[in-house]
């Protein structure tokens, strides 16, 4: 496979897992091509083409030093020039994947968020509602990432003469629709339910064994689940903490997310709202385990980095 197969296979395995519906993604896409087809010639040199057919802006092919077959990768949660380096000194790695966005997919990580209104609609918050804080949201990611030194990975990349891509709500994507179909077919009565069956998650039953296992943040093993929403394993990173309350209010019982911050969980701590943190670098895993059988199956080779626990399911069917 080339590196422009293997990115065109994350997106279109990204859709076609995507919460929204193949259907909602390419309306989405057509609207993103009637807006720019209303843009001035000068605005129309500085929007980004890539939007017409990738819904995904954070994730993306960030330098191809060499268009060649690939046959081996080292593939991480987090690259960094530290990684680049250890596959000049591993030796024949042919493209580097990184999980969290670099580059421009990291200035463009915002713009995944909108993904969440939609699955914040699905779980029965007002769209009006969700998409009132999230816009808020969205606008504080986007500061936050403008700050950031995008390039320095990449530039390490281009020095050294690596191929190198991202491939992130992509591939969080596959992660949301394993669990939310398992969690759907289970119908868990408590917690403890619950985190019995991450825990026999391979990715989770691994991270267990470092610290870094599923955590109840907010409840009790013996509560009740009620509906349980997986809203949290997909679309950039977390939403505003104004929103566990609508949540709450919306019908969701327990909430099974990656990670969340301080003010997040007292929120949901107040709303009555179950919090269980499936673990971040283990539900990454997962969501880029998923992708990577499906190089695996074309006879890719696979060096997992920087955090990746990797778990084949391809002997599992
Ligand atoms: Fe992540």
Known sequence: MKIEEIYNLAINKGIEADFRGKEGVEKLLKRKKEKYEKLS??????????????????????????????????????IEPAEILLAKEIGDIDLIISHHPLGKALANLHEVMELQCDVLNQD?????????????RIEEVARGVNRLNHQRTVDTAKILGFNLI???????????????????????ERLEDL??????????KEALKSGAGPKIFVGVEENRCGKISVAEITGGTEPSPKIYEKIAQAGIG????????????????????????????????????????????????????????RVSRLDRK
């Open 41 to 78: 010639e000068k605005e129309k040199e500085e929007f980004d083409l890539e939007s017409f057919k990738n819904p995904y802006l954070d994730s993306r092919i960030l330098n191809i030093a060499e268009d060649k077959e690939i046959k081996k990768i080292l593939v991480g949660i987090d």
């Open 124 to 136: 029965g918050v007002p769209i009006n509602i969700a998409e009132g804080l999230m816009k808020e």
């Open 166 to 188: 991202c491939l992130h709500t992509a591939c969080d994507n596959l992660a949301a629709k394993f669990l939310k179909e398992k969690i759907e077919k289970e119908k868990f």
């Open 195 to 204: 985190m019995n069956f991450l825990k026999e998650i391979p990715e989770y």
């Open 254 to 309: 327990t909430i099974v997310g990656m990670h969340m911050g301080e003010e997040s969980r007292k929120e949901a701590e107040t709303s009555n709202l179950n919090i269980v943190i499936a673990g971040h670098m283990s539900s990454d895993s997962l969501g880029v385990n998923l992708f990577l059988d499906e190089l695996e199956k074309k006879g890719i080779e696979i060096i997992p980095c920087s955090g990746l626990i």
